[in-house]
């Protein structure tokens, strides 16, 4: 079974311009989180899915960034305008949405803003 | 959320064992101690999970202190491919779900 699927891997774009991330987490898994990972640290949680509601975006810049799921299936997270500054690794992770069950990551998009 | 404190760093001969720490002092009765490890340009694996008993699988055995106050990732024969940085987090259930990542540890094996 495939895992959790990211696309595309690598992205370069101008600042100011639109950019959008897409995830297909593991299949039957209700819980889906967004990470940002910035050179040098760990991953930093942006959104969290259960199914299609978003039950954590709290650390989620909303005036540019914004994150769908509809379906509780596959997710899109979208950066408009992008800035210098969200150049890093966009995670996509899912799980079954229990406590006592691992969380499976993607590869990441890594994003470079120029 | 319970935070954790790990080494920066650490080193390890291939082929001995890899004691790898973390201290969750605040961490509450119904949260779970997780360990994973991201090898560079991937992302983060899971290696194993425990609440209060000592946990062993196929990659890893994990040591909880009876207090639950600290944790221990004992990889027991480490080669070169287990150098990664490994994380160590605290997991609280259901509701606010949000495995947190610190900083980590990172483990170089050498030959």
């Known amino acids: 079974e495939a895992g959790v699927v990211q696309s595309p891997r690598y992205k370069i774009i101008e600042k100011k311009q639109p950019v959008a991330f897409w995830c297909n987490p593991i299949?039957?898994?209700?819980?889906l989180y967004w990470y940002r990972q910035n050179l040098g640290q760990g991953p930093e949680l942006l959104i969290r899915?259960?199914?299609?509601?978003?039950?954590?975006d709290s650390q989620l810049p909303k005036d540019r960034f914004s994150a769908e799921r509809l379906k509780g299936v596959d997710s899109t997270l979208k950066i408009q305008p992008a800035e210098l500054g969200d150049s890093a690794v966009y995670l996509c992770?899912?799980?079954?949405?229990?406590?006592?069950?691992?969380?499976?990551f993607g590869q990441g998009t890594r994003l470079t803003v120029v | 959320d319970a935070k954790t404190t790990q080494p920066t760093s650490m080193d390890c001969a291939e082929g001995r064992a890899a004691n790898l720490p973390c201290n969750h002092s605040?961490?509450?009765?119904?949260?779970?101690v997780y360990w994973y490890r991201q090898i560079h340009s991937q992302g983060p694996q899971y290696i194993i999970h425990?609440?209060?008993n000592n946990e062993t699988n196929e990659m890893a055995s994990l040591i909880i202190t009876e207090d639950r106050k600290s944790s221990t990732l004992i990889l027991p024969h480490a080669t070169l491919r287990d150098t990664a940085v490994y994380y160590c987090?605290?997991?609280?259930?259901?509701?606010?779900?949000?495995?947190?990542f610190g900083t980590g540890t990172r483990l170089q094996v050498f030959p």
């Open positions: 605040t961490i509450s009765g119904n949260e779970y």
């Open positions: 425990g609440l209060k």
């Open positions: 992770a899912s799980t079954q949405g229990t406590p006592n069950t691992e969380a499976f």
């Open positions: 987090i605290v997991r609280v259930g259901y509701d606010t779900d949000k495995l947190i």
């Open positions: 899915y259960e199914n299609e509601e978003a039950v954590d």
């Open positions: 299949s039957g898994h209700n819980t």
